[in-house]
């Protein structure tokens, strides 16, 4: 799991002047700012986008999102596909009441039934409207472009409370007037505070979310992390006046979700918690404070609680079926009701559209489908989980791209006019575009051609996703069968679920095994591992343990028992090893490391880069390196580059980091991945062999192919003597264009290798002189984003050809001495660090930085 730092740049330059790798910093400057990708709802200035954005913001669910009771505690008013529905308790009909331009969510009920306040996602902004029922008229409340979610009205109806990043862009409560459809006398609530807490996850800065009424009006109780590091905070109340002091009533940890509500007899509220599980359930407590217990129990997510106003029930979200859905449970007795829009009336003419995705030999076939409708909206079948992607470019589109995954076949409602449908499946078909305009119905046929991909007999080229979180605090409840079809849909052989802590909880303990899950099937497998999470050194990937879950799965955690730095990533690595193992670095660099060039460089604070990467390299603790993962390439390879100059064998690995059961997330599973080629029939442990002897590529879209003397990559090729001739053979295929397709030799260019007039594909060979010890590989990648790679740019490599010259020795000296300057900064880190168990914790941590120091040390000579 990724966890960014919003830093800038720490240094300017990467790389020795003699070098001539591309900065990120460069090639950035020569992109159009027109072409690239910024975050959604850029305005809000927090860290760690991907984890508000999914867990607080609302997002695009084919399910229903949020409720609202009516006055008659008879009928609910929620969100769905985003847009607002009404529907009665004892009906199967539900009926449409708003439809775009953008998405609408949240809604919240006046007290005299006649409005619906509501959000609306549009033009890069979320505003506050509300909807006149009387009139079917909706109006717009807010308008200075900011993010503003959680509108409630009053118990008068006069107020409306809610959320808005207006200031600073920071998430705070407002208050406003509401008179007729405007909203007038807005104010602040709640104040600016800025914390000296050690907050890594989360803003130096206090929010407050989640505002509640108490049913005379006169007070608020909302959610704040005021005086605590990890979580969303606890429960605060105060006056619903400005300036008016607030108190806190209950804390324990929350993560975004727990969105209190006051019962009618201004007694109890209801929120959701996962106190002592790994999942969010029902919970009330005193109004004024006290011990909580629970309302509802499963594995499985219930939210967004809002009590009816007769007090007999209680509407809320479960994803109890994977997908999302609406419930009421009764307050006494606890039975539990899904309420189902088995009708649905809609506000415009709509049809059906039935897509068919046929593989080559026309046979129906597991595909990742994108609709958009003329208004820029986007369609999926009812029962399929829409994702979005977290950033995209604005001239391309007015919103982030959304898309489902079938099993070969889906049929949607879509409004009549004209669609654009894009279908895919994984880095080795072409995209299929297809324009059409929809009626009554319409069926809709996909061929998939492959790319012709360069192959021995008897074997093939078989992708894996090295770091995927199967759940991790998500709109959806995601299984091993579920996480299979997702791979299957995207092209995968292998998906590693790395378990992983969200801080208390860790969603997906309960999956943890040491064989392959029951549901892989034997072109699709899914293996459990385990993320190490520490921020401090760097998180590890740990493949195919043979024994346990390793436990505390993270360190250096501020005011925890874990606090201390040791262990250290060497020491888990010798744990990891001990169960047979694999260990690699994930997401590794997102921010230039310079110790040279930045000498006020602080490697005190968590960065989550990995920090102990060279350390861990010198001392052969690393199996292979998330070459491509939640990073930026770029500056990934030029750390990657000066190991391999120092003579450590470092294969390329590769994964997306995606969080599966997120509505938005930073890309599907199989985003980046690696492939490695292996007989067909073979097993993961096959494909695990052929990663740890570096045959391998990572990429997010180019297929690569690089031979050097015969050798292939990963294996070792020897020369009598210095300023030989030796030659390549390189190919390339990918269903995007690229811009630059490369052979590196010692972390120079020593080939430009020229591309097909459409730069999607390449084959070339020849020959390059070889006049030390070293290694060589291909690299590809672009100069702008290329739709549907959801990623910055496309990027691809091999691993390295290992080249051993006679009479000739590495020329590392320049590289070692940058890590040597590194681990001191490390080891001055440590040494003023006081967390600390025992003094032996200490001696440990720095015995470990010292021998990887006189590793560097030895190769400057």
Not at 317 to 339: C, H, M, V
Not at 415 to 430: C, D, F, I
Not at 560 to 580: E, I, K, M, R, Y
Not at 603 to 608: F, N, Q, R, S
Request: glycine residues 8%; hydrophobic residues 40%.
């Amino acid at each position: 799991m990724r966890h960014f730092k919003s830093a800038p740049f720490l240094a300017v330059g990467i790389h020795r002047p003699d070098r001539i790798i591309p900065l990120l910093l460069l090639i950035l400057s020569s992109w159009p700012l027109s072409a690239q990708r910024e975050p959604v709802l850029k305005q809000i200035d927090l860290p760690h986008r991907y984890y508000y954005r999914e867990m607080y913001l609302p997002q695009l669910t084919t399910g229903p999102s949020s409720v609202a009771w009516s006055t008659d505690s008879r009928t609910l008013i929620y969100s769905m596909a985003g847009t607002l529905w009404w529907q009665s308790l004892d009906s199967p009909a539900a009926e449409q009441l708003t439809w775009g331009p953008g998405y609408d969510y949240q809604p919240d009920c006046s007290p005299d039934g006649r409005w619906v306040a509501y959000v609306t996602y549009f033009k890069d902004a979320i505003e506050l409207w509300a909807l006149d029922l009387e009139k079917k008229q909706s109006h717009q409340l807010t308008f200075g472009g900011a993010v503003n979610v959680e509108p409630r009205f009053s118990p008068d109806g006069h107020r409306l409370a809610f959320v808005s990043t207006s200031y600073h862009g920071h998430f705070h409560i407002f208050v406003a007037d509401f008179n007729d459809g405007e909203l007038t006398n807005v104010q602040r609530l709640t104040g600016e505070t800025q914390s000296d807490l050690p907050r890594f996850y989360y803003s130096k800065f206090d929010h407050e979310i989640s505002p509640t009424w108490s049913p005379d009006g006169s007070e608020l109780i909302f959610v704040s992390n005021r005086g605590h590091i990890y979580g969303t905070g606890g429960f605060w109340r105060m006056k619903a006046e400005p300036g008016a002091e607030a108190h806190e009533i209950h804390y324990e940890e929350t993560a975004w979700k727990a969105r209190p509500d006051f019962s009618p007899d201004g007694k109890r509220i209801v929120y959701a918690s996962y106190l002592g599980g790994q999942w969010h359930q029902l919970w009330t407590m005193p109004a004024a404070g006290g011990d909580p217990f629970p309302l509802s129990y499963g594995d499985f997510d219930n939210t967004n609680p809002r009590w009816s106003p007769d007090g007999k029930h209680i509407a809320f979200i479960s994803n109890r079926s994977g997908n999302t859905s609406l419930w009421i449970l009764e307050a006494l007795g606890g039975a539990q009701r899904q309420i189902i829009a088995k009708k649905k009336h809609y506000l415009k003419a709509v049809g059906t559209l039935s897509i068919t995705v046929l593989d080559p030999s026309g046979k129906p076939t597991p595909a990742r489908i994108s609709v958009t409708g003329e208004d820029g909206r986007a369609y999926a079948p009812d029962d399929a989980w829409m994702h979005a992607e977290d950033n995209f470019v604005r001239a391309e589109s007015a919103f982030e791209s959304h898309y489902f995954h079938c099993s070969g076949k889906a049929q949607l409602t879509v409004p009549l006019g004209r669609l654009q449908v894009e279908v895919t499946k994984g880095l080795e078909y072409h995209v299929v575009r297809k324009t059409v305009v929809s009626g009554p119905h319409l069926q809709l046929t996909a061929h998939l051609e492959p790319l012709q991909i360069p192959t021995a007999k008897g074997m093939f080229w078989a992708g894996a996703d090295l770091h995927v979180h199967m759940n991790y605090g998500g709109s959806y409840r995601d299984t091993p069968p579920n996480l299979v079809v997702q791979s299957a849909a995207e092209d995968l052989f292998l998906v590693e679920n790395l378990i992983v802590n969200k801080e208390q909880r860790i969603p997906d303990i309960a999956y943890f095994r040491t064989t392959p899950d029951p549901a892989s099937s034997a072109g699709h497998w899914l293996l459990h591992g385990q993320e190490f999470h520490t921020s401090y050194w760097g998180h590890l990937a740990l493949l195919h343990l043979t024994q346990n879950f390793l436990l505390p799965d993270y360190a250096s955690y501020s005011n925890t028992s874990a606090a201390s730095l040791f262990p250290t990533n060497a020491a888990v690595a010798d744990v990891a090893h001990g169960q047979q193992a694999l260990v690699g670095y994930a997401h590794p660099f997102d921010i230039v490391i310079d110790p040279v060039k930045d000498p006020t460089l602080d490697l005190g604070e968590p960065l989550d880069e990995a920090l102990e990467l060279p350390v861990d390299a010198a001392l052969g603790k690393v199996d292979y390196l998330e070459v491509l993962g939640f990073s930026d390439h770029h500056i990934t390879a030029s750390i990657w580059y000066r190991l391999l100059n120092c003579g450590f064998r470092l294969p390329a690995g590769a994964g997306s980091d995606t969080m599966a059961n997120y509505a938005s997330l930073r890309g599907p599973v199989g985003l980046t991945r690696a492939h490695a080629e292996i007989p067909i029939g073979a097993g993961p442990t096959q494909w695990l062999d052929s990663l740890k002897r570096g045959r391998t590529f990572a990429t997010n879209g180019p297929l690569l192919g690089f031979t050097l003397g015969s050798r292939e990559v990963g294996d070792e090729l020897k020369l009598p003597s210095a300023n030989s001739q030796v030659g390549f053979k390189a190919w390339l295929r990918s269903f995007v264009p690229v811009d630059h397709l490369q052979v590196i030799c010692n972390s120079r260019v020593v080939k430009e290798l020229k591309l097909s007039s459409d730069r999607e594909s390449a084959d070339a060979e020849g020959t390059i002189p070889i006049s030390q010890t070293g290694w060589c590989l291909l690299r590809a990648f672009s100069d702008r984003p290329e739709h549907p790679v959801l990623d910055d740019y496309v990027y691809a490599t091999t691993s390295p050809v290992y080249i051993s010259v006679s009479g000739s020795k590495l020329s590392s000296g320049d590289d070692a001495a940058f890590f040597v300057m590194w681990i001191d900064r490390l080891a001055a880190a440590a040494g003023a660090n006081h967390d600390w168990n025992t003094a032996a914790e200490k001696t440990a941590v720095f015995e470990t930085l010292d021998q990887a120091r006189r590793v560097y040390v030895g190769l400057q000579k």
